[in-house]
């Protein structure tokens, strides 16, 4: 048995390889800043389709936004290790499965926009960031949660265009509840970045295409320009954002003298060839 699993802070994509043999499988995502290790395992131990794995042996590589050091993995890791406990556990950052399905024998700026975001260049071999991630309250430009944080506060202020308007309206959503959870409750940036596919859907509008660009402007300026050879390498990303406006993403890149390479919404699959390649050779 072979599962490989890429988590964004809201959704996690599982492969799970047996033989010939491929499952794909979405639960929610996994992330050590929110969720502990009892909170991972009970969230698998409660997944129907998962059970018949608990008990065989094989490897399990997971890949996963907020996995950045030993203690935050170890988290992660005895999560699983609760649940499959005849299997080897490998937890990693989700920097180094952008890195891994973006690298094409060239060196390549790696790109995370999805419900947050984040950069690193990557030689095939070796991680190098120039600066942090810093996380949907300092940070995260461009991504998910940095256009729902500005949705909803321009909903709550009345200066979104009626259109979208209507369209935070139709959630239900209060200013009591807003408040309630950005505020007090846990994922809060999975929260915010639910708010994207109001801006998504609205895309043409003047309002969505300024916001746009001000976010990927921020994420390029701060997270992409601060790699001395950025204009000598291919920038490419992965994740939800990055996919569902690659035609305004790819503008702006082009517009600073940047070279586009990939853009991948879900990694799965490149990191499986990645793995099945390892085993093979």
Known sequence: MLIIIESGSTKADWLIIQENK???HSTMGFNPFFHSSEFVAETIQNDNILK?????QGDIYFYGAGCSSLELNKTIK????????????????????AGLSLYRNKDVIACILGTGSNSVYFDGKNLSEQVPALGYILGDEGSGSFFGKRILADFLYKRLPKEMQL?????GLTKDE???RVYMETNANVFLASMSPILINNRNLDYSQRLIREGFELFIDRHVMCFPNCYDVEVSFVGSISALLSGELEAI????????GQIIRRPIDALAE????RILN
Request: aromatic share 12%.
């Open 22 to 24: 491929r499952s794909l």
């Open 52 to 56: 018949e794995y608990f008990d065989q």
């Open 78 to 97: 005895d999560g699983f290790l609760k649940v499959f406990k005849k299997a080897k556990v490998s937890v990693d950052h989700d920097l180094l499965a």
């Open 167 to 171: 369209g935070v309206e139709e959630l």
């Open 178 to 180: 807003i408040f309630k």
């Open 253 to 260: 890149c082009k517009e600073k003298g940047l070279s586009v």
């Open 274 to 277: 990645y793995h099945l390649n």
